[in-house]
């Protein structure tokens, strides 16, 4: 199988738009779980360590949380279609995009210092442009 057949059957998959997601953002992901034959919506809230390929059918980000003491990790591709929605609730303030020192620090150490930011835009999806070829041949038939 060739490299373009798969990437363009990669690309025919891709959202049309999502968030522009850093590290060290504080995001809430929901994802779709699937039980017997039901779906359910399970939400994830933690700090972004890493984020993948941004501009890539397979973009990804790992969020950490610290859960009853435990450090629990999670990657989510952003353009699965298991993944319901994600929204931003803090930016923090990092230089890197690799945040995996965060595994060994606990406690106020782990804290990341947040950076204002406006949440209402950071989470609104970017307009897609539509092809304009719908368009023009609808005035070519009123003509």
Known sequence: MS??????V?????KKAVLDVRSGDTVRVSQKIKEGDKFRIQVFEGTVIRVDKKNSATAR???R??????G????FLLHSPLVEKIEIVRRGKVRRNNLRFLRERSGKSARLISKDFDRKAANTLPEVEEEATEAPAEEKAEA
């Open 3 to 8: 490299f373009e057949l798969l990437k363009k």
């Open 61 to 63: 980000i790992v969020v």
């Open 10 to 14: 990669g690309n025919a998959q891709m």
């Open 72 to 75: 629990v990790e999670k990657s």
């Open 65 to 70: 949380k610290v859960a009853s003491g435990v």
